[in-house]
């Protein structure tokens, strides 16, 4: 008999302790949650930036090739060391890109890999011994590797590739980042 009014004696005084700290739990959990949530979306925008970075690493590249095709003499030699350089930004953001968003690893290495090959071309010591005009690039298989990046990059974002069109893409979010829809 001496049990029950002990035990009643410890209900009621951890009772309320347990009332009192029940709404700071869950407030303490809702708020991990938020958190979580949050880091979430700001490593999701972190590597939507990376990749931009590099579609505009790769199209601003594209532009300073097409800017040295006219140039000759001490100007091809400055355009020249501007697409090295430009060709080795490319290959480390490519490398940001490939460790952040591993489902675009190989497309990006393409594309920088395609980039080093232009600036080879480009930067040629025999064209800049001779001070001549360089022969004009081919973009052909450039601008295919962008546009692969692309799609991987929206793809691995969690955008799908939507046909609108015999020759448009539009692209509509999924539900789940990394998936198709449907």
């Not at 697409?83 to 480390?92: E, F, L, M």
């Not at 460790?99 to 690893?105: D, H, R």
């Amino acid at each position: 008999m001496a049990d029950i009014p002990l035990t009643a004696y410890i209900v009621g005084t951890v009772s309320p302790v347990v009332a009192g700290a029940l709404p700071l739990f869950v407030g303490w959990f809702r708020e991990t949650g938020r958190d979580k949530r949050a880091r979430a979306e700001r490593l999701e925008q972190e590597k939507a930036g990376q990749c931009v970075d590099l579609l505009g690493r790769a199209r601003n590249y594209r532009v300073l090739l097409e800017d040295a095709e006219d140039s000759r003499g001490d100007e091809l030699i400055a355009y020249c060391r501007q697409i090295r350089q430009a060709a080795a930004d490319i290959t480390g953001q490519a490398d940001k890109v490939e460790i952040m968003v591993p489902l675009t690893g190989d497309t990006a290495s393409m594309l920088a890999a395609e980039a080093r090959t232009l600036s080879a071309a480009m930067a040629s010591k025999a064209n800049r011994a001779r001070s001549e005009t360089l022969i004009p690039p081919d973009f052909t298989r450039f601008d295919r590797r962008l546009d692969e990046f692309k799609a991987a990059s929206q793809f691995a974002l969690g955008h799908r590739p939507a046909i609108a069109g015999a020759t448009a893409i539009a692209v509509e979010p999924s539900p789940v980042p990394g998936q198709l829809s449907g």
